[in-house]
């Protein structure tokens, strides 16, 4: 049989890293398919590859295909969100001088305080703060407007958020055109490396279990082409899985590092094992769950994280909440997930939407086969999204 080859989309962080995957050790074989990984320099530049029929799938950040069923962005493609790729993997860093200016005042960056940190950045701050983020229309984009608006506090006056590629987010905090970011690994920690930056927190401690990447495609694609979408998802969901064992990180940190991937091996290994360093100084903090491939349902996309980000992108473009909510749902596309992954031995939960934010530990939901444990989802404030309460 010949292999169908799909050309796949990506930028170079670690949390492309189930494409690669999926790639590199046969799980894409197994399923007749030969991958084409191509890489973009930019969020904008995936976006328009994908829209643009250059690219059959793509790692997108989570809310692009909210955005775009919103009519947000400025371009009339739509995009549906096979399955997610990763959970977590962000950081928020500052510049090494506003960093001081935090120690000085007493922070003692535990890496784990979502306010603390919050308030303290923003005492050191006074009235400019300018903080970089991958695209306006990113998980990262979406945890600091959460963040601050979490904080109780007046913000300054002199607050803005910038768009910055990941690749250039140490050389825009070196050059002086941001204080501040958010972005995935490993360009913060590269930031770190190159002695410009601190980190502060990573993305989880603002909402400990959040839908990072997504696996995506043009609206009506994986329907037109059902058995090539099915050979996809499964390839990519084992990808996951084996991702997700602790006993292979050392051998994907090698992976991810080979030549033409993401380079910067000792980096890479840091994000897998949750063993940040987070100063130039070599202060490191260890987080568990720093980035999640596979556990806690990780690929499967509950509709009702869509809903978060559709409500929140309404409330903060002026739109009809109910409706956005409605429009956001149907793009995390878990009946398709469903369908494709039943077969190869994914244990489904029984609904596609949940409470966010409800879970201060692990624990169970009902599934197809038995239960199946999630993981703690909380946000920073201890708020709980629910979307049924919002369509009532």
């Not at 250059?54 to 069923?69: G, K, R, T």
């Not at 490993?186 to 909402?207: C, D, F, Q």
């Not at 993401?262 to 094992?273: H, M, N, Q, V």
Request: net charge negative; hydrophobic share 50%; with cysteine.
């Amino acid at each position: 049989m010949t292999d169908t080859v799909l050309r796949l989309g990506y930028v170079p962080l670690l949390d492309a890293a189930p494409l690669f995957v999926a790639e590199a050790l046969g799980f894409a074989e197994e399923e007749g398919l030969q991958l084409r990984l191509i890489a973009a320099p930019s969020w904008a530049r995936l976006r328009d590859m994908l829209a643009l029929g250059q690219i059959e799938a793509a790692q997108m950040l989570a809310p692009v295909p909210v955005a775009m069923a919103l009519g947000l962005g400025g371009i009339a493609a739509r995009f549906d969100a096979l399955s997610v790729l990763n959970m977590n993997g962000d950081v928020i860093g500052a510049s090494n001088p506003l960093a001081e200016r935090m120690r000085a005042a007493g922070y003692g960056f535990d890496f784990a305080d979502a306010a603390l940190a919050g308030h303290a950045l923003l005492a050191a701050a006074g009235e400019r703060l300018r903080i970089g983020v991958p695209f306006p229309f990113s998980m990262h984009a979406e945890l600091v407007h959460y963040w601050f608006e979490g904080l109780g506090r007046p913000l300054p006056a002199g607050l803005e958020i910038h768009t910055v590629p990941p690749p250039r987010m140490a050389e825009a905090l070196a050059a002086g055109d941001i204080d501040a970011f958010c972005v995935g690994e490993p360009h913060g920690s590269v930031a770190v490396e190159k002695g410009v930056g601190t980190l502060l927190l990573p993305g989880l401690a603002i909402w400990s279990f959040a839908p990072e990447k997504v696996l995506a495609t043009r609206t009506g694609w994986a329907e037109a082409e059902p058995e090539i979408a099915g050979r996809l998802l499964r390839a990519v969901w084992r990808a996951g899985r084996w991702l997700g064992q602790a006993e292979n990180r050392m051998m994907a940190s090698e992976l991810l590092a080979a030549p033409g991937r993401l380079a910067l091996p000792e980096l890479i290994e840091r994000a897998l094992t949750g063993r940040i360093v987070i100063s130039g100084q070599g202060e490191e903090r260890h987080v568990p769950g720093f980035v999640e491939f596979f556990a806690g349902a990780a690929t499967f996309p509950w509709r009702s994280q869509a809903a978060w980000i559709g409500r929140r992108l309404a409330a903060r473009y002026g739109l009809d909440p109910v409706a956005s909510v409605s429009r956001a749902e149907a793009v995390f596309r878990s009946d398709l997930y469903r369908l494709h992954l039943r077969g190869a031995g994914a244990n489904l939960p029984r609904m596609s939407g949940k409470p966010e934010g409800a879970m201060a530990a692990p624990g169970s939901v009902a599934a197809e086969r038995g239960a199946l444990i999630l993981c703690r989802d909380q946000f920073f404030d201890a708020q709980i999204f629910d979307p049924e309460v919002l369509a009532r």
